[in-house]
């Protein structure tokens, strides 16, 4: 499958809002996996962007939430899905936030072609 973007993030955890740093790959079919470690053997969860994704905001767009200690509130990123549950994920650097943004609306907007496309003559 064809990789779109991947790169270290951390993830905010739903529950106790804690902060963990996984291994994320976004796939041009628009699922977006994060990792254990960038092995990429244990998965600890998926989200199908094209699907289930309806918005993605940085920066000072997510609000009521603090960055892990040491990080900018410029390299946070929520992921905003139908079912109104957001991942909140924050990025090395500001510009590796608007990077990750891109790419993911990208894969949101990008048809799936299962097979190529014929050749035409």
Known sequence: MALV?????????SILRRWKRNWFV???DGSLVYYHDDTQRDMD????IKFSCRDVRIGRECKDVQPPEGRSRECLLTVVLRDGSKTTLCAESQDDAVA???AVLEA???PVRLRAPEQGH
């Open 5 to 13: 973007k991947s790169g270290w993030l951390w993830r905010q955890s």
């Open 108 to 110: 949101k907007s990008t």
């Open 26 to 28: 976004l796939y041009l």
């Open 45 to 48: 969860g998926r989200i199908h």
């Open 100 to 102: 990750w943004k891109m």
